[in-house]
């Protein structure tokens, strides 16, 4: 079974300041997903990269998938009250569709 | 905008009883599947649907639990003879296609507590 490892496991940080969170596995992936939760919700799809060495964009925040396809980061420019949550990593692999999540990274935005 | 739900949002039950939690997922999603999330860990896949049967499970999908469709609407969870350990937050997807190919929807969860 891969793991997937996320990396800080707390972030508490001031509004305005960037930050880059890492998600990071010795399995190569066939894809990777970002989510972020919210207390007491499900978690909510950010982003999907495929393709190794893929950039992906979605307003301040911005996605990485490792050249390999084993780690993948998210950086966020600039960070916000409503940034807060829990930001998870998942990864599928070896032809598998059941996906694998890490345990997330828990940031917290101080306005 | 169409959303899954999961009803109820907070059950608790006692050791040894059975539990059935119920999802009504997207309606034109052909996809469906249940996690779970014990308090403090990671989301743990359960169990995956498509075409009326299970076409994935993890090993934390062992006899104790069933999933099912018993009509156009439903998709349920059940748990047989609940243990402490079963406490957890247990999540309902679905998507149109598989989940990795395409963007899965997440209901808002089932907090499970068995005392």
């Known amino acids: 079974t891969q793991l997937l490892e996320q990396s800080p496991q707390f972030l508490s940080i001031q509004e305005g300041e960037n930050l880059t969170v890492y998600c990071n596995s010795s399995?190569?992936?066939?894809?990777l997903q970002w989510y972020r939760q919210e207390p007491g919700e499900g978690p909510v799809l950010l982003v999907t990269?495929?393709?190794?060495?893929e950039v992906k964009k979605l307003k301040r925040l911005t996605f990485q998938f490792g050249d390999a396809r084993k780690d993948s980061s998210l950086h966020i420019t600039a960070a916000q009250p409503g940034d807060t949550g829990l930001y998870l990593c998942?990864?599928?692999?070896?032809?598998?569709?059941?996906?694998?999540f890490g345990r997330g990274t828990s940031l917290i935005v101080h306005p | 905008e169409p959303e899954v739900t999961q009803t109820p949002s907070h059950q608790v039950t006692q050791m040894g009883q059975e539990v059935i939690l119920r999802c009504v997922p997207i309606?034109?999603?052909?996809?469906f599947y249940w996690y779970r999330q014990i308090l403090g860990q990671k989301v743990e896949f359960l169990v995956s649907?498509?075409?009326?049967?299970?076409?994935?499970k993890s090993e934390i999908f062992d006899d104790q639990f069933s999933v099912e469709r018993p009509d156009g609407s439903n998709f349920t969870l059940k748990i047989r003879s609940t243990k402490l350990e079963d406490s957890a937050m247990y999540f309902c997807?679905?998507?149109?296609?598989?989940?990795?190919?395409?963007?899965?929807?997440f209901g808002q969860g089932t907090r499970l507590t068995v005392v």
């Open positions: 997807a679905s998507s149109e296609v598989d989940s990795m190919n395409t963007e899965a929807f």
């Open positions: 399995s190569v992936f066939s894809s």
């Open positions: 990269v495929v393709t190794g060495g």
């Open positions: 998942a990864g599928a692999s070896g032809g598998s569709y059941i996906p694998t």
């Open positions: 309606s034109n999603h052909l996809y």
């Open positions: 649907f498509y075409n009326n049967e299970i076409s994935e």
